[in-house]
């Protein structure tokens, strides 16, 4: 089938490439000129295991291209995939004026009975709002939404092994033409109106963003009553009914979707005329969990941090990738900075221009007063930690991830404190 594929950001790019691989040829639109002279040099220009290979073999077969012109991606195309940024507005709404920009370029020359597929995430009503501005566009199309659930730093794995696939339509046409072109893949197909599909995504993603603020604060009492979080989860997640995933305490969600997610549900709760006080709460613990963090720094440190020497350990929203979007670990390195922290990072793979990083672990922690653990990179579990041990100033580490054993921290004479032990 010929598809294009709108963005080619961490959703556009592994649906485009993914798609290679069930045989179907793909045009990709994208603004970026730095990024598409990298996409057409084979690079891919963010960390995704699996997905430069997965690049290079759509590309070797001949089934990919990459496009700074729309109109030179949609041409000739049957489905075109929307892919594009849905950034949080200032009333914490979806921003969706990317993808009315990018239809406005392009709507009024797509093929006759086209599918618009919204990949991107979108309030419910997105649907009926962008057939409505393609119709009054003159274009014989059909938009439906198709949301996307890929994790970044699984994505390829959640492309070819997918939990589900969400089609939203009530065009039986456009459903069969979905399914088909996802025949190669194993997976439950659940076909519904627009606005559920819309809402299957926000309810999914607000729900894991209320199961992780659940667990921190399960951990902050844990710590208050003097509990183990981690025997306490593990006890819970034997119950089927409960399960073990998504369930570990650490600074507080980031990344680009479940806070701007969450903020959007709110928003279109409030403008429903429901409030969604629990969402409001988990929205607000949050924001009070990243804060916990630094109030443990405070606590081995002392209130005033000038001068004083913090080794960080991860930048990125989470282990598996580079993407620094909402990350507890930058927010983190920021606010110690402002209060005259000297911050020095690593991270496997994340970069900023903010914070001083150095290429090893243990060079981070060199002469650090307090070595802060803020994403789960499992590299950082085989470290030396004795030689950590020898090259610090102080001995005080925050764990913010429970990455480390405690009793074996203390054992080489560490000040050690995690999150709800
Ligand atoms: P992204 O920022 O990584 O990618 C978007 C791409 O679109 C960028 O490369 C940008 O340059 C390009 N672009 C912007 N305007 C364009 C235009 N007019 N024409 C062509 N290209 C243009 O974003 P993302 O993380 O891939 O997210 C895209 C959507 O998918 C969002 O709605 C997001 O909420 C949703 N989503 C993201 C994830 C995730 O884990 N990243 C998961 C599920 C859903």
Known sequence: ??????????????????????????????????????????????????????LADGMAAGLLSFHNDNLEAI?????????????????????TS??????????????????????STVPVGSVARFQKQLDDMGANVVVISNPEFLREGSAVGDFKHPDRIVVGTRDQDAAETMIDLYKGLQAPVIVTDPASSEMIKYASNAYLATRITYANAIANLCEAVGADVKDVLKGMGYDRRIGHHFLNPGPGYGGSCFP???????????????????LK??????????????????AMLGEDLDGKRVGLWGLAFKAGTDDLR???????ALRLQE??????????????????????PLEAARDAQLLLIATEWPEFQAVDMRAVHDVMGAAN???????????DMVRLGFNYVGVGR
């Open 98 to 119: 990317y993808i009315e920009g990018a239809l406005k370029g392009f709507g009024a020359s797509l093929e006759d009975r086209a599918l618009v597929v919204l990949k």
């Open 397 to 407: 580490i925050v764990d913010a991830r429970n990455m480390l054993d405690r009793r």
């Open 260 to 278: 701007k997610d969450t903020e959007a549900l709110v928003a279109i709760a409030d403008s429903a005329g429901y409030d969604f006080s629990l």
């Open 281 to 298: 709460g988990v929205i607000e613990v949050n924001h009070q969990q990243h804060e916990r963090m630094l109030e443990k720094v405070v």
């Open 1 to 54: 089938m010929d598809i294009a594929v709108i963005g080619a950001g961490y959703v556009g790019l592994v649906q485009a490439a993914g798609l290679t691989s069930l045989g179907h040829r793909i045009k990709v639109g994208e603004a970026d000129a730095n990024k598409l002279e990298m996409l057409s040099a084979g690079k891919v220009p963010f960390y995704e295991a699996g997905l430069e290979q997965l």
């Open 75 to 95: 041409a000739g195309a049957k489905v075109i995939f929307i892919a594009l940024p849905t950034p949080q507005d200032e009333d914490g709404s979806a921003d």
């Open 339 to 360: 209060r005259g922290a000297i911050v020095t990072a690593f991270d496997p793979q994340a970069s900023s221009p903010d914070v001083k990083q150095v290429d090893e």
């Open 326 to 332: 909402e990350s507890p670990a930058m927010y983190l």
